[in-house]
């Protein structure tokens, strides 16, 4: 069976100027822009003690609600992977 991973990547020096981000998503491109690439694991392991959040299900959801907002700004890009 072939495992799904995502790696997230920093293309945020190529991007058009985008409007004010929230300070989680702003933390969240901070982490990928200092690493250049990481896989969800590392991004989430990061986002333990940088992104401050009282939602249940901490960082993962934080993360999901902002990664699209940071893809469409066109200043990360995720990509899917396959281990088998």
Do not use: C, H
Request: aromatic share 8%; hydrophobic share 35%; charged share 30%.
């Amino acid at each position: 069976m072939k495992k799904e991973n995502w790696t997230y990547i920093d293309t945020s020096i190529k991007a058009p100027p985008y409007p004010k981000l929230p300070n989680q998503a702003k933390n969240i491109l901070d982490i990928i822009k200092e690493k250049g690439t990481l896989s969800r694991p590392e991004l989430l392991g990061e986002m333990q003690s940088r992104v401050k959040t009282k939602q249940r299900g901490g960082a993962n959801r934080i993360l999901a609600y902002y990664q699209g907002l940071l893809a469409r700004y066109s200043l990360i890009e995720v990509r899917k992977t396959f281990k088998i």
